[in-house]
């Protein structure tokens, strides 16, 4: 059967899309490129915010004018969406073949062989991680790639949908994860994205351990003496989950990359206690600048909710002046939107108007561009080291790649580099959000 798989949402989601796709492919599938040659398509939904359902629902509407047009054509839905509507999403769309929750992926093999089936299935719920296979599948081959080591939140900010639809922390054993990661290495893989919802609970299961422990820092620590595996990446952590062991772990070993998302939503006392994030901004504070201490060299990027619920203009330029003592090298803004079960959508009123939403947004957009701007400028004329990832998307001519800061680097290419290369460019132009420079051999 030919299978065509529709990513929308994180990381996260675009990791599930990849181990089912080597779970079917496994099992005897081909994946294809385009819809236009699926027996079975099948999309991969987020629920974090309202846009990202309703741009699968359009998806969903779309594809049953392609169900009148080619009546074999199957379709499937998994993710957060799945997981969170279930049957509802059977009833509500007849020509909808199967329904798969986030904790179910592995399930897909067994559920593709049965079709066509004459009946609807949903497969929700959690499983231990630990005890479900094809969760490490890869199919994509790259020099830079994600590996899951945990999923769900224990967190429940009264924002979010997440725990609702991931379910609670469950972490992989640490031996597991390693040998996934030797995997990659010996398959040519130079970089590893850490996945989890909250990554810096590695481990901990509901325990906070003391400020020298850390099962997170120590998975780093291991990751790091892998042959072949040059950088390590992670996201998204929590900022009440730093701590001294972890800290020291990022600023110590060379191979964690010295980018460090580290998501604020608000900069107000007022809003953070409203939102259930416990911590201050006086707290978030002490762990950016232990981080700028002890790395030196080091980029923050973040994510920002205006409008949440009460949210009055002395919080919002709390969240300015945050965001701009902190210098943000990249932060991801968003406009707060009610999701359905949480606490901020059942008990408080969404009072901020849109037009002010807008406005707050508008604002933070323009102080993430300038600090942005203030944070490249010094690489001018400096040389650094990028892992090289192909033909720029803007400018055929030139070839992009990241930098140990995540900074994203545009440089000409010379007749020997490669996908996955780690080469010397000097910079000699910086924008707000690029560098721009020139191979150094």
Excluded at 170 to 175: G, I, V
Excluded at 292 to 307: L, N, R
Aim: charged share 25%; glycine share 6%.
């Amino acid at each position: 059967m030919n299978i065509y798989i529709k990513t929308y949402g994180c990381q996260m989601n675009e990791r599930d899309s990849d181990a089912a796709a080597a779970m079917l492919a496994a099992d005897g599938h081909t994946i294809v490129d385009s819809e236009d040659q699926a027996d079975l398509i099948l999309l991969n939904t987020c629920s974090v915010r309202d846009q990202a359902e309703r741009k699968a629902i359009g998806k969903l509407g779309i594809l049953k004018r392609l169900k009148e047009e080619h009546p074999h054509v199957l379709f499937g839905i998994m993710g957060c969406m799945a997981q969170r509507c279930g049957e509802e999403l059977l009833k509500a769309v007849p020509h909808l073949n199967f329904v798969v929750g986030t904790d179910r992926i592995h399930e897909l093999p067994e559920i593709v062989a049965s079709l066509p089936a004459p009946r609807k299935i949903a497969a929700t719920g959690h499983d231990n991680l630990n005890d479900v296979d094809g969760i490490d599948a890869h199919l994509r081959r790259s020099f830079s790639d994600f590996i899951t080591i945990m999923r769900g939140c224990n967190r429940y900010c009264s924002y979010c949908i997440v725990p609702y639809v991931r379910g609670r922390e469950r972490s992989r054993s640490p031996e597991s994860i390693l040998e996934e990661a030797r995997k990659l290495a010996e398959a040519g893989v130079k970089e590893i994205m850490l996945l989890g919802q909250n990554v810096a609970a590695y481990g901990i299961d509901g325990i906070h351990f003391p400020d020298t422990v850390s099962p997170f820092a120590d998975l780093l620590e291991k990751l790091a003496e892998i042959d072949g595996i040059r950088r390590i990446r992670f996201t998204s952590p929590h900022p009440a989950f730093f701590n001294t062991r972890l800290i020291d772990a990022i600023a110590k070993t060379p191979k964690v990359c010295k980018s460090v998302h580290l998501p604020l939503q608000s900069g107000s006392d007022r809003i953070l206690k409203a939102m259930n994030r416990p911590y201050t901004a006086e707290q978030y504070l002490h762990i950016v600048d232990s981080l700028k201490e002890k790395c030196g060299e080091i980029a923050f990027s973040t994510d920002i909710i205006v409008g949440f619920p009460g949210e009055t203009d002395a919080d919002f330029e709390a969240t300015r002046a945050v965001l701009k003592r902190v210098a943000y090298d990249n932060a991801f803004i968003f406009k707060y939107s009610p999701r359905k079960g949480t606490k901020a959508a059942e008990q408080m009123a969404d009072d901020v108007p849109q037009s002010v939403k807008e406005e707050r947004n508008r604002i933070l957009l323009e102080d993430l561009a300038e600090c942005s701007e203030r944070a490249n400028l010094p690489f001018v004329g400096r040389t650094i080291e990028v892992l090289a990832e192909g033909v720029s998307k803007r400018n055929a001519a030139r070839w992009c790649g990241r930098s140990d800061l995540n900074k994203l680097v545009v440089f000409e290419p010379d007749g020997q580099i490669r996908p996955g290369d780690l080469v010397p460019v000097r910079i000699d132009h910086a924008t707000a959000m690029t560098l721009f420079g020139k191979l150094v051999r």
